[in-house]
């Protein structure tokens, strides 16, 4: 069955149909050509792909073709091996990333998520262990609260606070959820599935403009607020279309926004 963009209101089993179709449409390896997700793809090793993934997601909001342009300039800088920069960096190797920006982030935050990244990997072993510690038995939402604790527990500045998002503060928390979706959905040519100790099913929707646009007119989400609870209503939504996966519909509503204006 075919839908236009005007057929909004569909039984569930329509929508689930039609959502379905979608992420068979958008799910695919070629996705990855204009998406962030491309960045941790140039790597191998587990730590690698966590550690770009982490770093571009933070930095993956404004124009697409300028986030992926300075996520390749931050992988240049850290010699295309961020998990050995990451364990063996020395201050004159950080003096090299002040000159790094994306938007808000500057060179002074990168330095202080270079320092922070070493202190999980060294105290906590690693951000999949943080990650895992404290999630729900059905959401992250809890884990990322306890992470952004962790991260800031060395002496830093307060401005750099801003760029990891806290749902306990009603954030959406678009690119951590994002960043996860990458590591924890099975490895299906995009997602990496890297991350064994947690379920997909407790993974939540990276909520931006055009995923709670799209959400919206298909009477996913009600909320007005792109926020956290927000989140928390499209993925009770997301759920019910599908408990093991419901992420897997975020392709499809980003896709339908940004590609079809839907």
């Known amino acids: ?23 068979l449409q958008y ?9 962030p997700i491309q960045i941790p793809h140039h790597f191998s090793k587990k730590e ?6 982490f770093l571009t997601a933070t930095i993956s909001w404004g124009n697409r073709k300028s986030i992926l342009k300075n996520a390749n300039n931050l992988m240049q800088l850290m010699d ?29 935050d990168l330095a202080y998520f270079i320092s922070a990244l070493k202190h999980i990997y060294n ?3 690693g951000l999949e262990a943080v990650f895992s510690k404290y999630q729900d038995s059905d959401s992250l939402q809890n884990s990322i609260h306890h992470f952004k604790s962790i ?16 749902p306990h503060k009603n954030s959406a928390a678009k690119r951590i959820n994002m960043f996860l979706r990458w590591m924890v959905r099975p490895n299906d040519g995009v997602d990496f599935g890297l991350w064994n100790s947690i379920l997909p099913s407790k993974l939540s929707c990276p909520l931006d403009v055009h995923s709670g646009r799209v959400a919206r007119k298909l009477n996913l989400l009600t909320r007005k ?13 997301l759920k019910k279309l599908d408990p093991k996966d419901p992420v897997k519909y975020d392709y499809a ?7 079809e204006s839907f």
């Open 1 to 23: 069955m075919v839908f236009t963009a005007k057929q909004y209101r569909m039984t569930k089993t329509e929508l689930k149909e039609f959502l379905d179709s979608k992420v």
């Open 48 to 53: 690698d792909i966590e550690i770009s993934g």
């Open 253 to 259: 509503l980003f896709g339908l926004g940004v590609f």
């Open 27 to 35: 799910n695919q390896p070629e996705f990855i050509e204009t998406d």
């Open 123 to 125: 105290t906590h072993n």
């Open 151 to 166: 991260f800031f527990e060395l002496p830093h500045l307060q401005r750099t606070e801003k760029h990891v998002s806290d």
């Open 80 to 108: 295309n091996a961020p998990y050995d920069f990451i364990c063996n960096h020395n201050a004159n190797d950080l003096e090299t990333l002040q000159t790094f920006v994306h938007r808000t982030f500057n060179g002074k």
């Open 225 to 237: 607020q792109n926020d956290a609870k927000a989140v928390l209503e499209l993925d009770e939504n």
